[in-house]
C-alpha cells in the first residue's frame, strides 16, 4: 500500500558529506512525520532524525549540527542532508513514514529497506 524509495547512500571520506532521500507513494491518505533511523552492525537501530507535517524535528545528539532533515510535502519526500560526516556515522539508513494509508482507520509506520552510508577513508 505505501512504498518508500531511498537513494543517496553511498562511500564518503570523513568530513564529507551526502544528501539521502525517500519517496513515499501509494494510496496514502495523509502523512504525520517523516524521518531516518540507522543501524551499524552489532548495534540496536536507533532514531536519527524526525519531522512533522508541521515542521517539528528532533535529532539524535550526536548528529545535532552536522545533518538536516527536510520535507518536501506536495511530493512526500523527505531529505537527510549529512555534513561533516564521521565513521560512526556509517550505517544502514532506513527511512520512515507515519501516514494513513487507503483502506485502513489508523496511522502505521511504514519502512523503506534501507541504504549503505559508509564513511571511511
Known amino acids: 500500500q505505501v512504498q518508500l524509495a531511498e537513494s543517496g547512500g553511498g562511500l564518503v571520506q570523513p568530513g564529507g558529506s551526502l544528501r539521502l532521500s525517500c519517496a513515499a507513494s501509494g494510496s496514502i491518505i495523509s502523512i504525520n512525520t517523516m524521518g531516518w533511523y540507522r543501524q551499524a552492525p552489532g548495534k540496536q537501530r536507533e532514531l536519527v532524525a524526525m519531522?512533522?507535517?508541521?515542521?517539528?524535528?528532533n535529532y539524535l545528539d550526536s548528529v545535532k549540527g552536522r545533518f538536516t532533515i527536510s520535507r518536501d510535502n506536495a511530493k512526500n519526500t523527505v531529505y537527510l542532508q549529512m555534513n561533516s560526516l564521521k565513521p560512526e556515522d556509517t550505517a544502514v539508513y532506513y527511512c520512515i513514514t507515519d501516514c494513513l494509508a487507503s483502506g485502513r482507520y489508523i496511522v502505521n509506520r511504514y519502512w523503506g529497506q534501507g541504504t549503505q552510508v559508509t564513511v571511511s577513508s
Open positions: 519531522m512533522t507535517t508541521a515542521g517539528s524535528r
